[in-house]
């Protein structure tokens, strides 16, 4: 049942991340693979550290609302369900989330 669900979760966060804007998926990527802060990636787009991180902060949401609307079409979950899913595979979406956003990283399986 978990790799079941690690699946139906991965393609769903891969679908997910390919609906984001570019902005959003290069915000994620600078922050959570390059280790950028607020103020850096405020001064890298030329804007305040506060419009840097409601990008940030909209780029997440966007990323959490189109994993669970995908999930939702996939395997019909209630709240309660798609909070345990997530942490079902939450030890896996770190390593998912460096390959689908970092494109020189090898390709990831689903395990």
Same mark, same amino acid.
């Given at each position: 049942?978990?790799?079941?669900? %690690? *699946?139906?979760?991965?393609?769903?966060?891969? *679908?997910?991340?390919?609906?984001? /804007?570019?902005?959003? %998926?290069?915000?994620?990527?600078?922050?959570?693979?390059?280790?950028?802060?607020?103020?850096?990636?405020? %001064?890298?787009?030329? &804007?305040?550290?506060?419009?840097?991180? %409601?990008?940030?902060?909209?780029? *997440?949401?966007?990323?959490?609302?189109?994993?669970?609307?995908?999930?939702?079409?996939?395997?019909?979950? /209630?709240?309660?369900?798609?909070?345990?899913? &997530?942490?079902? &595979?939450?030890?896996?979406?770190?390593?998912?989330?460096?390959?689908?956003?970092?494109?020189?990283?090898? *390709? &990831?399986?689903?395990?």
């Amino acid at each position: 049942m978990k790799e079941t669900y %690690r *699946r139906e979760f991965n393609a769903s966060l891969e *679908r997910a991340l390919d609906s984001l /804007t570019a902005r959003q %998926r290069n915000l994620l990527r600078q922050q959570y693979i390059d280790g950028l802060s607020i103020d850096e990636l405020g %001064r890298l787009y030329g &804007v305040h550290r506060a419009t840097a991180a %409601r990008w940030a902060q909209a780029a *997440r949401l966007a990323l959490i609302d189109a994993t669970r609307q995908i999930l939702d079409e996939r395997l019909a979950l /209630t709240d309660s369900e798609f909070r345990s899913l &997530v942490r079902l &595979v939450i030890s896996q979406l770190e390593l998912r989330l460096d390959s689908e956003l970092d494109p020189t990283a090898d *390709r &990831v399986d689903g395990d």
